[in-house]
């Protein structure tokens, strides 16, 4: 793989990238591109600018969204060494590659639900745009990491996200690990706390989701990389939950244990930093609206501080549920026997 890295330090050398600007549009905020000058940035800035993980830092947003300007030549080298690297996956009379992980470049999808709810996600790129991607995933995360994470995918590896979903009904003090795979956490009570990857639906804002739990699954996808077919193609990919454990049966053992209604106000495929340098925006894919989210337990509140914008939630304490991950663990094993 050294000759893959060199060509990608090689193209990385002659590359800068432009950050765009935000503008309201009738549509909304959008970034524009205009080829100016005073817009575009070098490989090292761009990764300082993309380091950013608060949820509404539009100067990191604006890194991870940039577009690369590369001489052609440079480029079309780059993109060459691409399509031979990866050449049992290019489907050459489309000129486009398949893989299982989301990237900008994505012109096509498809999902399906397999076992347990997983599901299994499909996308085919241009290699021209996946090239481009590439360049500017290395500028962020650095080349070596990113052909040795292509490169395990290439030997077999399946590409590992987690299945993550707000709750309603379940507030914690700390965090759970009942089984190897699984996590349910407290999100913070207040909107200047870390927020990592959760995606903020239309219609809602951080707000809404102070004080709830977060359950995450961890998930696999195989095969990272197939030939995508001009009809088809769909069905390439397989996902599964590592534990074997699917959401479902979680909040029902968070209901038995917490004697409350537990479900999901919505899921998400999160590949976390995977797509902060591939698919930017938000960190997560398909977020898919279940229950949705419900109001706050009674003798609950929000209130805010004008002075600093910020928001803090109080739950209630007979809300709280104190569960421990023994006792959860105790729940699935006596789900398993009915």
Request: with cysteine; net charge negative; proline share 4%.
């Amino acid at each position: 793989m050294r000759d893959v890295k060199e060509g990608l330090d090689a193209v990385l050398a002659q590359s800068q990238f432009d950050l765009g600007r935000f503008e309201q549009r009738p549509e909304g905020r959008t970034l524009v591109y205009r080829g100016s000058k005073d817009e575009s940035v070098p490989p090292d800035v761009l990764k300082d600018l993309a380091a950013s993980r608060c949820w509404d830092d539009e100067e990191a947003a604006r890194a991870r969204h940039a577009k690369l300007v590369v001489p052609e030549v440079a480029f079309d080298e780059w993109s060459s060494s691409v399509e031979k690297w990866l050449e049992d996956y290019v489907n050459r009379e489309t000129d486009s590659i398949g893989h299982a992980f989301p990237m900008e470049s994505g012109k096509h999808s498809y999902a399906r639900f397999e076992a347990q709810g997983a599901m299994s996600e499909c996308y085919v790129s241009s290699v021209d745009d996946f090239a481009r991607v590439l360049v500017r995933g290395a500028a962020i995360m650095g080349s070596a990491r990113l052909v040795g994470m292509l490169s395990g995918w290439l030997a077999g590896e399946g590409v590992g996200y987690r299945t993550a979903a707000v709750l309603n009904g379940l507030y914690l003090t700390d965090k759970l690990a009942p089984l190897p795979g699984i996590r349910i956490e407290p999100l913070p009570r207040s909107t200047d706390g870390d927020f990592g990857s959760l995606p903020v639906l239309g219609g809602r804002s951080i707000k809404d989701y102070l004080g709830r739990s977060v359950l995450s699954l961890e998930s696999i996808a195989r095969p990272a990389f197939f030939r995508p077919e001009k009809e088809g193609y769909g069905s390439k990919v397989h996902a599964e939950f590592t534990s074997g454990v699917g959401l479902d049966t979680v909040c029902r053992a968070l209901a038995l244990e917490s004697d409350t209604p537990v479900d999901v106000a919505f899921e998400w495929n999160d590949y976390a930093d995977m797509s902060r340098y591939l698919s930017p925006g938000s960190r997560s894919t398909r977020s898919r609206r279940r229950g949705g989210i419900e109001p706050l337990g009674v003798g609950s509140s929000l209130s805010t501080d004008y002075a600093t914008g910020v928001s803090k939630v109080v739950i209630d304490n007979g809300s709280v549920c104190h569960q421990s991950s023994r006792r959860m663990k105790s729940a699935f094993r006596a789900m398993e026997k009915q």
